[in-house]
């Protein structure tokens, strides 16, 4: 059967949201941020018309005005306008702690950038980050803090992310879904922010890998999460050291976050920011 305008578009958007959340992530096993806590964290809302909207990915305040999250997430949401299955003005930011869906939250998005290089498998890097410059800064948040080149290896070198059985311990942010376990059940958080910590396991580049294995008293992130934080503390402050790319499909083992402290992130973001 020949699809006609519509139906195409339609079905394209139910294959794209679809694919869309294989590689995603959200929390498991943690706590919402009812005092609002890490409110520079926000979240992509999706407006359908008719329909409900949809919790499409995570991202960070950096700049006034700057969101970053995850190419994958930058790269659908561009491909989506591109094929006509959504405009710009259906793409929305929320920073609400309890309920994204509240339009009095919700940002315009003015223009939206995935890295050139997005999709790459050069030296297994996949420059799995995006941004989306909003309309208008959001009243009352501070941007998260951003690392100088090499932060995670200075960390190690001074041992703060642990060799041994005491380990770092990062905060993962995120408005995706959570799961039940054992076995794995896939549960909608709700509409809100939640917060968990995931162990250090190691770094490479381009990938910051924790543990988010709940017997080892960990927690970490599941689907809708992609594009959100992992801050660690460090001389008082947050450090947005990683953002949430992929994972074990259960959302029970392992997450791997595209770490921001490398040139490809950090000079991807540059040009976006304030002078």
């Known amino acids: 059967m020949k699809m006609n305008g519509w139906m195409r578009s339609a079905a394209i958007l139910m294959v794209a949201l679809f694919v869309f959340t294989i590689p995603g992530s959200a929390i498991t096993w943690g706590e919402p941020d009812l005092t609002n806590q890490y409110a520079n964290v926000g979240s992509i809302v999706v407006v359908r018309p008719e329909r409900e909207p949809l919790q499409f990915c995570t991202g960070t305040l950096i700049d006034a005005t700057l969101f970053l999250s995850a190419g994958h997430c930058t790269s659908y949401l561009e491909q989506l306008i591109t094929d006509g299955v959504l405009t710009p003005e259906t793409i929305k930011v929320s920073f ?120 080892l008293g960990n927690a970490g992130t599941c689907f809708g999460d992609s594009g959100g934080p992992a801050f660690i503390e460090y001389n008082g402050q947050l450090v947005l050291v990683g953002i949430t790319s992929w994972g074990d499909p259960n959302c029970v083992a392992t997450g791997f976050d595209y770490r921001v402290d490398i040139p490809e992130t950090l000079d991807f973001i540059a040009p976006f920011l304030a002078p």
């Open 96 to 215: 609400d702690a309890l309920n994204i869906f509240d339009p009095a939250g919700w940002i315009d998005v003015a223009q939206i950038a995935t890295h050139p290089e997005y999709g790459s498998l050069e030296y297994n890097n996949p420059h799995d980050v995006g941004v989306l410059i909003l309309e208008a800064a959001p009243a009352g948040i501070s941007p998260a803090a951003l690392p100088e080149e090499g932060f995670l290896e200075q960390l190690k070198r001074e041992k703060i992310l642990g060799d041994g059985p005491e380990k770092a311990k990062f905060i993962v942010a995120g408005y995706g879904t959570t799961i039940n376990w054992p076995p794995p059940e896939v549960l909608d958080n709700g509409v809100g922010r939640y917060v968990a910590l995931s162990e250090y396991r190691a770094i490479m580049k381009p990938w910051l890998l924790m543990s988010q294995n709940h017997n």
